[in-house]
């Protein structure tokens, strides 16, 4: 291993990159681009759902059902309509996504101690949103017809309150939410990102880097002397991880500051893990550049293996326990699930390196796994 | 074989490289096959095809770049069978591969490239530095240490990638390609390079070019055409393969000349004024001048060039592409609209035409005019302005000032109308290659609005044009480059153009594909009376044009006859002069210390203008004598086209400093 040579070929390396408008934006700019547009726009959060009301009884009891979704911040009142039929438009052109109609005589029953339907028209395209928004219904529904029976107790039996509410509920639900009190997906969304943009820029920026060489020839430059492959690929990368590592910083900044996430757990335990990460994922970058031989091509398939692995198998949006069998496979088969343990252990759950040092050894296991193959693969005599 | 005789470099100089039946396949394409070749200590090593022909494959192998399947090569004693080997071998080789500056950072300065080559090869800096300054100055580039390589002109970029492999010092340099599309002058200023490298070093060198007039600069040169080696050897070898002489006339009808000896002397070609026709050993002007309708004493007769040699070859060896008889007179005749293209207004007319790119000029107030029937050569580097130019003149571009007419229109505000009189070629051929030759054409045709009975009459006449009627059905993507370009102009004529542009129409085309083509063009001017603008980087192909403009960096500086460009160079710096020795570096070395500064090496001959070529050569033998040098042949030569460009471009350099 000659450092002379490898320090040649960095040095060249990072003065391209800052001097070149393109690789630089797509270096320091493109990693927050991507936080700032996923961060703002990849929110899980089902608030503010448009919904309108068929109100057939329209009486003190009915409107007063109503007022219990008019007054959430789950939901956003969008009127009163005449009847069913114009409900059908509204849900179709996804201008409202809940309809509830109340049947005529709703007061009337109600007070005679009968029960009365009334029906929910949930839009139901996206699972996700519609499983939690009948959870909202369901839940006001109940606290509705929860509060009758306890007026009705305290009335007719001549209690107190908070006896009748005992009488009504005898078990009593107390929930607390551990590491994110206040339930807020940009909490858990921030941290995810770091590992989300940390898979997809690093590679990027090695495939294009050592694939610009071999589009425009200066390639040939590394074949035709005598820098050995190792040299060449750890000299030509380093600038590349550098960057990165510099962008872990600047990630983690974006998370706190600007998302609000909170950080409870061991810097500088997170920040070594964060570097064996970019490591692995600039691996990955260098074994698309020797299987690829355009920049086009790169790009597409940098897309592809990681975004798609950041996305949907990292448990970022779907827990790895409800994945199928296959996928779960496959997701243990991809560096992002165990950064995303880290990320969200040290942020979240404030853990160190004690519960954690596993999930660092694969990352470090698969970096060294990649970067060996790469090594192996590329050759300064290649066949074409 | 006929007993090697390359005086200098033969056998006693220690071998340097050897290959054994070298073949290379691409998956199913076999590229190369049974290559031979051999490279001596100290010898310039040409090796001279079209695109195509297996010379970037062979020149990688060499280098160990490239991986290969069949045969041998050794290099400095070893055999390079496996990637260690070629190892082992890389500290003694400098390779510069294809492509104009596309080796070097675009974003890095002169200096640092060249640092960043010096490190890569480990050496120490008071070493490099020496080295640096040194080869900084040998290419004039020390004025520009600190400018960024992207914007380096063309040959300033070719002679940087120079400097670069240069700079560790091997013993072997492999060059591929690397003066193609350079201005001239930095083209003499790289051969001058290579030779004083090669006075100093005893460097080798191994170099590929696509100009075959370029080939007399080689000691030893090989031809290669569609992956196999046709001939190899010294120039005066290959000369003798293929015995004759070339037959110059003028006729009073060129054309009409040509077609007359055609079935006789397949290997005729009308350039400019001049019918030339290769005549075999043992065969008499005689015929030719009776067929011709020439005085026998009007036939001059000429040493072949390299480019007839290897034309001569490939026919010698069965490998040329037979050409279909033409049927009667040029058919599609009746498309010369009678009397609307006699007239001798100028159909193309450039004013004081000028365009910007921010701050970088690329046309310089450019006058020129072209007339029905007349072929115009618009000649010069790349990055000297022609494309722009044409871009302009097809109303692509608009002008930053002065304006550009054809057929008396404004080309700026021209509508659809006027544009459909105009024919365009551009570089890369637009041919959609997925797509067979009808269906190029039939595409082509519903492009200009051509139906039905005039429609099918331009594809069979555009067909016959490119002698292309046996291949209708064959994919586009399958045709060779000569073929393809032939299909393109074809395109090009379908609606009957009376103006057509061409854009480098011939680079990458090999030589016999470029005569057909020059066959071509011409019959559309004589005959179709077709006003044609033609650019060109071929020094040599500007010969067949009525006119030639020169441009350089962004100006026409001359703009004349062949002929005449020709005729006031020698009034100005007198005839060309050409001295064969033994011992050409030597000599090369008296002459310049005795004064002669221009004298330029090209191969075994060396180079030089006198305004008194008699006197002047009885000075040079007397010198040469006296340093016992043998003198073989001192004779005065027509000066090339490159000789016309250097000297124009250097008179305006003076002027500029004066």
Same mark, same amino acid.
């Given at each position: 291993m000659n450092l002379h040579r490898m320090l040649a070929v960095a040095w060249k390396e990072w003065r391209e990159v800052v001097r070149d408008r393109l690789f630089f934006t797509m270096a320091f700019i493109l990693p927050l681009m991507l936080m700032g547009v996923l961060g703002w726009g990849l929110s899980l959060d089902v608030e503010n759902i448009p919904f309108v009301v068929v109100d057939h009884d329209n009486t003190p009891l009915s409107r007063d059902y109503i007022g219990h979704y008019t007054d959430s911040r789950y939901f956003r009142f969008r009127g009163y309509l005449a009847d069913e039929h114009r409900i059908d438009p509204l849900l179709a052109d996804s201008k409202v996504r809940l309809a509830i109609v109340i049947p005529p005589r709703f007061q009337e029953r109600l007070l005679a101690g009968t029960p009365a339907p009334v029906q929910a028209l949930i839009d139901g395209v996206f699972p996700f949103r519609a499983q939690t928004l009948k959870g909202y219904v369901a839940a006001i529904n109940a606290a509705f017809s929860r509060n009758l029976l306890v007026k009705h107790l305290a009335r007719s039996r001549g209690l107190p309150r908070t006896a009748a509410e005992a009488m009504v509920q005898p078990v009593r639900l107390e929930t607390r939410y551990l590491y994110n009190q206040a339930i807020r997906s940009d909490w858990s969304m921030a941290p995810a990102l770091i590992m989300l943009v940390l898979m997809v820029t690093p590679p990027f920026l090695t495939a294009l880097g050592v694939v610009r060489e071999r589009e425009s020839g200066s390639i040939y430059n590394i074949y035709a002397s005598t820098i050995t492959k190792g040299e060449f690929i750890i000299g030509k990368l380093a600038p590349y991880a550098a960057i990165s590592c510099f962008n872990i910083l600047t990630l983690w900044i974006v998370a706190m500051q600007v998302f609000g996430a909170p950080f409870k757990g061991n810097a500088p335990f997170f920040y070594a893990a964060s570097v064996v990460y970019v490591i692995c994922t600039a691996g990955i970058g260098l074994l698309v550049s020797i299987w690829v031989r355009t920049q086009m091509a790169a790009v597409l398939l940098t897309m592809v293996i990681t975004f798609i692995p950041a996305m949907l198998y990292s448990g970022m949006l779907v827990p790895i326990q409800s994945l199928s069998p296959e996928a779960r496979l496959e997701a243990h088969l991809f560096p992002p699930l165990y950064y995303l343990r880290l990320t969200w252990g040290t942020f979240l759950k404030g853990l160190g390196p004690e519960a954690l040092w596993r999930d660092v050894a694969i990352l470090a296991l698969y970096a060294t796994l990649l970067w060996g193959i790469g090594w192996w693969r590329f050759t300064k005599r290649p066949g074409r | 074989m006929t007993p090697r005789d390359d005086a200098e470099h033969a056998p006693s100089a220690p071998l340097l490289c050897r290959v054994r039946g070298f073949g290379k396949r691409y998956g199913r394409l076999? =590229?190369?096959?049974?290559i031979d070749l051999e490279l001596h200590q100290g010898e310039i090593h040409g090796l001279i095809g079209p &695109?195509?022909?297996g010379k970037s494959t062979l020149m990688k192998a060499i280098a160990g770049v490239l991986d290969f399947d069949q045969g041998r090569i050794e290099l400095f004693g070893t055999p390079l069978d496996s990637e260690r080997a070629a190892e082992a071998a890389k500290a003694q080789i400098g390779f510069m591969p294809q492509g104009l500056g596309l080796n070097l950072y675009a974003e890095l300065s002169v200096e640092e490239n060249i640092d960043f080559f010096a490190q890569l090869r480990e050496i120490p800096p008071a070493l490099r530095e020496a080295r640096k300054a040194e080869l900084l100055a040998m290419t004039r580039l020390a004025p520009f240490r600190d400018r960024a390589m992207k914007h380096l002109s063309g040959g300033m970029k070719q002679k940087l990638g120079l400097v670069c492999t240069l700079v560790h010092q091997p013993r072997l340099v492999i060059l591929d390609?690397?003066?193609? *599309?350079? &201005?001239p002058v930095s083209r003499r200023d790289f051969w001058a390079i290579l030779t004083g490298l090669l006075r100093e070093r005893g460097v080798t060198a191994l170099v590929s070019t696509a100009y075959l007039d370029e080939a007399s600069r080689f000691h030893r040169l090989a031809f290669l055409h569609q992956g196999r080696m046709l001939a190899e050897g010294s120039p005066e070898r290959l000369q003798r393969l293929a015995p004759g002489h070339i037959a110059q006339l003028a006729p009073a009808d060129p054309l009409a000349a040509f077609r007359a000896v055609r079935s006789r002397w397949p290997q005729a070609e009308v350039v400019g004024p001049l019918l030339r026709v290769f005549l075999r050993e043992g065969e008499e002007p005689a015929e030719l001048a009776r067929r011709a309708v020439? *005085?026998?004493?009007?036939i001059t007769l000429h040493e072949p060039d390299l480019e007839d040699t290897f034309i001569a070859l490939l026919r010698q060896r069965g490998l040329m592409e037979e050409r279909a008889e033409e049927s009667g007179s040029a058919s599609g005749d009746q498309g010369d609209p009678a009397g609307e293209t006699r007239r001798r207004e100028p159909l193309i007319e450039a004013r004081g035409l000028t365009r910007d790119f921010g701050r970088f000029r690329a046309v310089d107030h450019v006058d020129f005019q072209v007339c029905p029937g007349e072929i115009f050569g618009l000649l010069g580097a790349n990055g000297a302005g022609k494309t722009t130019a044409i871009k302009m003149l097809t109303g692509i571009l608009p002008p930053s000032s002065g304006e550009g007419r054809v057929a008396g229109a404004d080309m700026a505000r021209a509508g659809q109308a006027i544009k459909s009189r105009i024919g365009y070629m551009s570089q890369a051929f637009s041919l959609y290659e997925d797509l067979t030759v009808q269906e190029n054409l039939r595409l082509f045709a519903g492009i200009y609005g051509l139906r039905n009975r005039e429609r099918d009459r331009r594809i069979e006449w555009a067909l016959e044009l490119g002698d292309l009627t046996h291949l209708r059905? =064959?994919?586009?993507?399958?045709?060779?480059m000569g073929q393809r370009q032939r299909l393109a102009l074809g395109c090009a004529l379908l609606h009957r153009p009376q103006v057509l542009f061409l854009d480098e129409?011939?680079?990458?085309?090999d030589p016999v594909g470029r005569r057909r083509f020059w066959e071509i063009l011409l019959r559309l001017a004589r005959i179709e009376r077709v006003a044609l603008l033609v650019t060109t980087h071929y020094m040599s192909e500007a010969e067949h044009c009525d006119r030639i403009a020169l441009m350089y960096a962004g100006r026409i500086i001359a703009d004349a006859p062949p002929a005449e460009l020709k005729a006031r160079l020698e009034r100005r710096v007198g005839r060309l002069l050409s001295v064969v020795t033994a011992e050409p570096l030597r000599a090369l070395e008296r002459l310049e210390a005795a004064g002669f500064r221009d004298a330029a090496l090209f191969g075994r001959h060396i180079h030089l203008f006198s305004r008194d070529p008699g006197a002047t050569g009885e000075e040079i033998r007397r010198l040469l004598e006296a340093a016992h040098i043998a003198v073989e042949g001192i004779g005065v030569q027509p000066p090339g086209m490159e000789d016309v460009f250097v000297h124009e471009i250097l008179a305006r350099e003076r002027e500029a400093v004066a």
């Open positions: - | 076999q =590229a190369v096959k049974g &695109d195509g022909a390609e690397p003066t193609t *599309g350079v &201005d020439v *005085g026998e004493e009007e059905r =064959a994919s586009t993507a399958s045709l060779p129409p011939t680079s990458g085309v």
